[in-house]
């Protein structure tokens, strides 16, 4: 991995962190859902 990719990859991990402790009670259910949100290319409803 380049410098470029790795400097990337710390900001990303850096953001997820800042994302993590915004969060308030199930952390851990909420964050899971934000990232499956966020990476599924087609959702209509939060149940799909």
Known sequence: ???FAQD???QL???RQAAY???CGA????F???DAI???RNVYT???
């Open 1 to 3: 991995m380049d410098l």
């Open 32 to 34: 899971e859902m934000t």
């Open 8 to 10: 990337l990859f710390a």
């Open 21 to 23: 402790q915004c969060l």
């Open 13 to 15: 991990k850096e953001f």
């Open 38 to 40: 966020l990476l599924t």
């Open 27 to 30: 952390k851990d259910a909420t």
């Open 46 to 48: 939060l149940r799909d």
